[in-house]
């Protein structure tokens, strides 16, 4: 079965600063990859996804994701954060590709600062 | 399109009841999954309804059950509730193409005393 890893718990960046959010998961089969966004007491939020073709995947607020296959990961990047961007990631794999069963990670809560 | 919907918001439960949580996906998505989200054990998938049948289950005890109707709204429901069930349970809507974008409702948060 898949596993997703997202090392960091926590982490703090100030306002306009570059920030990466990363993810590892377990299997090297063919695989869709996800970033959800939730913020307080609301649901998750698709930010971005990877099914196949180009291995850098971009989001319409900014946040891109590469995906590498060699190294299993798929780390989120943002060049500049806003206060805004505060908020929880989770990344996610398909159990199998084609399958709506998502494994996520434990997430990691971006905090923002001025 | 209005987004998924789901009842009630926030429930309170007492230890060995039962609770039923319902979900109205995006119209015209057909697949529907629940996921339960607790500080200590994040995001699990607990099973995935496709067309009132259920097509994937996570690894949680048959106290866990759901059902799909002919009209896509998914319910869940728990019986014989425990403390460690206080979560929130998150629904989520597939449309069955090629995106395989789960759009999530807002949840419902369940505690059990």
């Known amino acids: 079965a898949q596993s997703v890893t997202q090392l960091d718990s926590q982490v703090p960046v100030f306002e306009e600063a570059p920030v990466e959010l990363r993810c590892n998961y377990s299997s090297s089969v063919s695989v869709y990859l996800f970033w959800y966004v939730q913020y307080p007491n609301q649901g998750l939020q698709l930010l971005l996804k990877?099914?196949?073709?180009?291995?850098l995947v971009e989001s319409i607020n900014g946040f891109e994701a590469e995906f590498n296959k060699s190294q299993t990961s798929f780390h989120l990047r943002k060049p500049s954060v806003h206060i805004s961007d505060t908020a929880e990631y989770f990344c996610a794999v398909s159990d199998q590709a084609g399958t709506y069963k998502y494994i996520f990670g434990t997430g990691t809560r971006l905090k923002v600062l001025a | 399109k209005a987004g998924v919907t789901q009842t009630p918001r926030y429930l309170i439960k007492t230890r060995g009841q039962q609770v039923t949580l319902s979900c109205s996906p995006i119209?015209?998505?057909?697949?529907v999954s629940w996921y339960q989200q607790t500080p200590g054990q994040g995001l699990q998938f607990l099973f995935e309804?496709?067309?009132?049948?259920?097509?994937n289950k996570g690894n949680f005890p048959g106290r866990f059950s759901g059902r799909q109707f002919s009209n896509s709204r998914s319910e869940m429901n728990v019986s014989t509730l425990e403390l460690g069930d206080s979560a929130l349970y998150l629904c989520?809507?597939?449309?069955?193409?090629?995106?395989?974008?789960?759009?999530f409702g807002p949840g419902t948060r369940l505690t059990v005393t």
């Open positions: 119209s015209g998505h057909r697949s």
């Open positions: 309804y496709f067309s009132e049948t259920q097509r």
């Open positions: 990877y099914l196949s073709g180009s291995t």
């Open positions: 989520a809507s597939t449309e069955t193409s090629v995106t395989y974008e789960q759009y």
